[in-house]
């Protein structure tokens, strides 16, 4: 019994959760299930906030990954192109939380009885924070999305898109290589890299190599200027 045990239960008990997550946005009705790589990002973050509220019952407090705040961000932007609105990932956060309840119930039973409330109202916390940082970073790159660039505005009307090279981008990259990109923004070695999404540096530098080829890029500067444009 403890806490390590427990936040392996609820490590255990995220695919139960996932499925039940998908089911849940599937009987509203939700867009985010209705195309396969919709839900791909979906699941991704929903499998990371479950894994930060483990980490966080594990070690007593929550710990955002490097990385998190400018995916959500490139994500958020790329749902005005997926033309989701921005209020299914709020509904979506409080459908994960539901989705979570038996795990997490569960998975408190393991700690000793005069800590479960403490348990309880860490993983809480840790949803919170977790599901929170996302959701505000998504929203902010969904509103930039939506906005027309200055000298252009006036041509452009108020129609919400994507600057085109943006978008070409985001439809370019994978998953996966958006990933290890930001991870590689937030200053990650292709060794740490490998560790944090647990592949080898070998297809690390796959990924890498596929992501300069389509960006036009000859080095990680060159990527990251391309991938993330004006943000330094």
Known sequence: MGHQAAAQQLRAATPEIIEAYRAALGRLGSPLVSREDIW????????????ECA????????????????YSRLLGAHRVVQQVPVSESVRAAEVLWQAMQVAVGEAVELVEVDQRHTAAQTVSTAFRAAAGSRLYQGI?????????????????????????????????????????????????????????????????KRHLHNAYRKLGAGSRVQALNKAFPGQG
């Open 40 to 51: 791909r990002q979906c699941r991704h973050q929903a499998q990371n906030i479950v894994a």
């Open 55 to 70: 980490q966080a019952l594990e070690a007593g407090q929550h710990a955002e990954p490097p990385g998190v705040r400018e």
């Open 140 to 204: 902010r790159g969904y509103e930039e999305a939506q906005r027309p660039s200055a000298p252009e505005a006036s041509e452009r009307g108020s129609e919400p898109l994507v600057d085109a090279a943006d978008a070409q981008v985001l439809d370019l990259l994978t998953l996966r290589e958006r990933q290890i990109l930001e991870a590689v923004r937030a200053g990650l070695t292709n060794r740490l890299i490998g560790r944090r999404f647990e592949i080898s540096e070998a297809t690390v």
